[in-house]
DNA sequence: CCTATTATACTCATTTGGAGAATAATAGGC
DNA sequence: GCCTATTATTCTCCAAATGAGTATAATAGG
């Protein structure tokens, strides 16, 4: 097929091996508990759930759904492509082949009797613990991140250089005057890695370097995790993807604590109500719930019939974008 | 790596084997020519720019840069991923071995001098003739199509079935009094190929069977396509993307032009500009244009700064996203 | 019965977005 | 040179969407 579309290639020696690859499935699986956003993680959660694609696997996305089950017990619900990466170096190890990586996000509720797999759910903010805007901007970025960006901005000779570092993370972190914006997760990520404040960027042992900043994980795991976070605070102002992570039935403020979880910071609460009830996507049950101190609330369904209704029309949230 | 946290993991005999993958990269390569859209084809334009990827490639992208250049003689600026495959079905001869597509979306101008290879640029209404519509509704539409998928909607025995499809259809072809949603490109293509009304869907040569709707490709080529123009679609709204198709210098109304071309649809003069300009993304460049018949137009460049300002920031473009 | 607490419903001002009218500056025909 | 067709550019208006704050309702607990 692609021969006889390509005159001008030039038939190597070694084609056939020089071909090879093998891919890995990587998965970034998502609940949000009790407030918390948590990641489900193996090892000494350190790894998220990944394993060879292999010929037995009908397709990618069933080959990730049978090594997470294999690996932590749990069946997938919704999931939805990452990224592929194929970095020559991302494994140190292997000079004669390749290994893609394709990563896939998850959404489900953190539950179900999981026999006895290795495995953790994590809060993400264990990771990246100055994504957590909830409570205020948290301590560790003036303290700690700030100072660190800005030296490594100075330590460039080149002014045009020092100038583009710090624009950069200015951009990023919301400073200067600037807003903080929750969907730039992964390039906050990115930034902290080139700026060499977290442990991946170094060489060597993770374990002998401790972190900077969160907690690390192995191979690019945590970057991984970074993009479908990104993902995902990016979807759910546009798509009904909340839904996936609540239970059966929920009262608004639950929802508007999975959003606030998700999204790292908190939105207006009457804005959220209107927002959500002008859309059409829940349905009360019929049923309050009168144990969170104060006015029994009313418990809401999520409308399945919108997910037919609107294959991609969307939620929208109050979280400006931008 | 994963072994060592996959306790649960059963090694197969020929686990070594059924790693065993290979890669292929295929470009979507756009750019736009006097107000028309262009796909960047090989063989007979039935193709895209595609090859293996192999040890020699740095990464994905500059292996994918690599084959496009040499299968067209042009040279990339700037690429993103779209997604990756790999149905066990996707190609038919190859039992023991499986193809990864991983697909990327590439914005260039037609121009370069290109040598002798063997490429044409295509509008990409020739493979979707349905998805134009900037002169009103194509008559391919309720002549054929909407026809054609309402006997397939109708020619299911469960009406749960019936139901299910015929809104699918009306969702996403705008029918019913909904309105036309030009991101839906991929799902539209999806519809018309569950429906068998383009030629790939059918089994046996795609050039013995005629195609009903629009010109045909290899292999699952035109479905990457939409993806590319559905990405594409999307895009223009919320990122200054649309530059890398324009030339150094143009009139605000070539720039409407262009988005007009990609989206498939008219937009409001007056409002264009006023989103345009207030978001500082141009800047006028002193010339003015005077052959168009009319009062002379201002001439702008691009910003290049805005990159820097805002790695991610937006275009705003008044096509509303529904 | 009073108070704290959460739920829910309104109000108001500002911003955005769609649509059309009005004015400006050319070329070309006469 | 004047009139007309054509495109460019600027404004105005209105309706919808959004951000932010206030008022009222329904509980539990002392």
Redesign the interface.
């Known amino acids: 097929?692609?021969d006889?579309?390509?005159?001008?290639?030039k038939p190597?020696a070694r084609?056939k091996?020089?071909?090879?690859?093998?891919?890995d499935l990587i998965a970034v699986v998502i609940a949000v508990t009790n407030g918390g956003p948590r990641v489900l993680t193996?090892?000494q959660a350190d790894?998220l759930p990944?394993?060879?694609?292999?010929?037995?696997h009908?397709?990618?996305q069933s080959g990730l759904r049978a090594w997470v089950e294999?690996?932590t017990g749990h069946s997938l619900g919704y999931i939805e492509?990452l990224?592929?990466?194929?970095?020559?170096d991302r494994?140190g190890d292997e000079p004669?082949q390749?290994v893609?990586s394709?990563s896939y996000l998850g959404l489900t509720r953190e539950e179900q009797a999981d026999g006895q797999?290795?495995h953790s759910w994590r809060s993400w903010y264990d990771y990246f613990p100055w994504e957590d805007h909830r409570a205020g901007v948290p301590a560790i970025l003036p303290d700690i991140l700030v100072p660190r960006l800005r030296a490594w901005a100075d330590e460039a000779s080149d002014p045009d250089i020092r100038h583009?570092r710090w624009?950069?993370a200015a951009?990023?972190f919301g400073l200067d005057g600037r807003v903080w914006?929750e969907?730039?997760a992964l390039?906050r990520y990115e930034l902290l890695y080139e700026a060499e404040l977290v442990a991946e960027a170094k060489p060597g042992n993770i374990a002998s370097a401790p972190s900077i900043a969160g907690l690390a994980m192995?191979?690019d795991h945590r970057r991984i995790l970074a993009t479908g976070i990104a993902r995902l605070r990016t979807k759910i102002k546009?798509r009904p993807v909340v839904f996936e992570l609540m239970p059966p039935t929920f009262t608004l403020l639950q929802l508007q604590r999975t959003v606030e979880a998700l999204a790292g910071r908190l939105v207006h609460k009457p804005n959220f109500r209107r927002l959500i009830e002008e859309q059409d996507l829940i349905e009360e049950t019929g049923e309050t719930m009168s144990d969170t101190g104060g006015r029994p609330a009313k418990r809401f369904r999520f409308r399945q019939a919108v997910l037919?209704?609107?294959?991609?029309?969307?939620t929208k949230l109050p979280l400006s974008?931008?």
């Open positions: 097929m692609h006889k579309t390509t005159p001008a290639k190597t084609s091996r020089s071909r090879a690859v093998s891919a193996i090892g790894a990944s394993g060879p694609f292999e010929l037995g009908r397709s990618l294999r690996q492509q990224y592929t990466f194929a970095d020559r494994i004669v390749r893609i394709i797999t290795m583009h624009q950069r951009i990023a914006n969907e730039l390039q192995i191979a546009y037919a209704e609107r294959t991609v029309a969307g974008r931008v």
